[in-house]
């Protein structure tokens, strides 16, 4: 019987899957383009529809469908298998419940609260009118699945003890809080937002205060117990992580080819309803590094829709110096009177103009110069300092040479000051303030490094890549079997049995009986071997020659590791005064060395 996963990658065509993420061209019987795991210029990243697997050429990293949508979307293995069945239309069988894992159950825990929250927000009538003052659509909250959490001790808990959760799995959730042995609801007395990741699942809650009648009057009642709480950090919760909006404005963000970034729900559904789909939240925080990494899969233009007064700008401040420094475009929209988006499209006629106003956002840098000019009168030298001082930091964040002098210059002759004099002021400031770059989040992308191999192995490697381009040249090649590292010799003997006269196709390989990770290995030595006649054909040399020439170099490292080897036994030789093996050894040695010049 077929596995799920197997069924799965029938189902689904590859290149289809991998190219929402990744543009692709054909090329041959492949297709390439820029590599998303590390930075390049120039396509190293190839997919093999015959094969169904993709490698990356420059930083080796590669595998199949699931692998891609693990590594891309920062997800483990059940995850991408959920999201390719669910795009394959394939029906997963799932395990028992008890032995679901934790994760999946908090999913579940969420979702049925989710529900619950739903149901009550329709039935609370003065808590949906305030929504809809707000200028809130019914829609919207339908879309968004809004929720109300009353103001009671433990509604929800007993809600989802009933539909068969356990208390532990409850407070796993972060929805119930402990005290003694009792349990109680965390969000009492909210409107509640759920917050789901980019597969739909709702990872946690947004909570905000809502008070219809009771106790909490004053200012400093709400600031008390915080007028928006999120779900605390959870096994699949980490507010510093998630994009509110993002489940649903992925298309958008590509198409668009910008990001409308703005703080909190209230924002982002008014803009939604406004027509803006390309935008996504954060809830309470700065924007992180991880957050900026997954921004950067869609577009990298980043419109910040939120206040940069001076307040604004500062709790800011680091997530545009991240932005910056991952080459986006960062772009400020200016909202008239530095009102909040929200309140700013209450009013009908600024709502038809919003999408407008996105896409003429004033870029980040026009935005700081303009700022710095009123750091400090010009015409004398304080004043040229104050500005400069503002601003040089700004230009020291800029990546791009070109854009650093841009700005140099154009400073320059705002204050000026000579370039040269600004340069060197530039070069004086200390690089301390880029460790702030450093998030502690970035090492969540770090792939494990392209597996450290020896020259031996990787001329063994094309060697046989060229093999399963061109069986016929094993003829060739079987002198030299011995001299194949040992991990190679398996997938030699395989090579020398199968083959016709055509390459190693998929289909060829099924007939035999062979392990799975050998027909892996194969398959990934398949695409190198297109890459490689790929550039070969390039640079006008014939794989007969450079086979050749790797057979004869494949060779000379046996030999070397063999004399290395030796070197080893003469010296534990001469230390026992074995005359007689040290002579041999010599012997041996010397003609090894002679074979080696030829
Ligand atoms: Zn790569």
Known sequence: MQSSSEEIKNKLDIVEVIGQYVKLQKSGANYRGLCPFHKEKTPSFFVSPSRQIWHCFGCSLGGDIFSFIMKIENIEFKEALKILAQKAGVELVYENPQVRSQKQRIIDVNKEAAGFFEQNLWKEKAVMDYLLKRGLGE????????????DEWNKLSNFLIKKGFKSDEILASGLAISKDTDIYDRFRSRIMFPIEDSSNNIVGFTGRIFQSKTSLKTIRDIERIGKYINSPQTLIFDKSKVLYGLSKSKDYLRSEGNTLLVEGQTDFLAAWQSGIKNMVATSGTALTSYQLKILKRYNDTLVLGFDMDEAGEKAAERGIELALSKEFNVKILRLPEGKDLADFLMDKENKASIKDLVNKAEAIMDFYFTRAQNEGDKTNIDGKKAIASYFLPKIKKLNNVLDRSFWINKLSRFIN??????????????????????????????????????????????????LIKMPSLKKEASSYESYFPENFQMIFQVIKNISSGKDLSTESLKKVNLPEGL????????????YETELLEKFQVSIEEEFEKELRELKKEYIKKRLEGMEKEIRVAEKNE?????????????????????
């Not at 702030?436 to 046989?464: C, K, M, T, V």
């Not at 027909?519 to 297109?530: E, F, G, P, S, T």
Request: glycine content about 4%.
């Open 139 to 150: 829609e919207t909250i339908k879309e968004f699945h809004l929720g109300w959490a009353s």
């Open 519 to 530: 027909i892996n290995q194969i398959n990934q030595l398949a695409l190198r071997a297109d």
């Open 417 to 466: 000051i000579p370039d040269q004099a600004l340069e060197d002021e530039l070069n004086r400031l200390q690089e301390g303030s880029d460790e702030s770059i450093i998030d502690e989040n970035e090492s969540l992308y770090q792939f494990p490094a392209a597996q450290l191999r020896s020259r031996i192995d990787g001329i063994a490697e094309r060697i046989i890549s060229f």
């Open 578 to 598: 074995d005359k007689k093996t040290l002579k041999d050894l010599i012997t041996k040695f010397n003609e090894l060395s002679k074979q080696l010049l030829n």
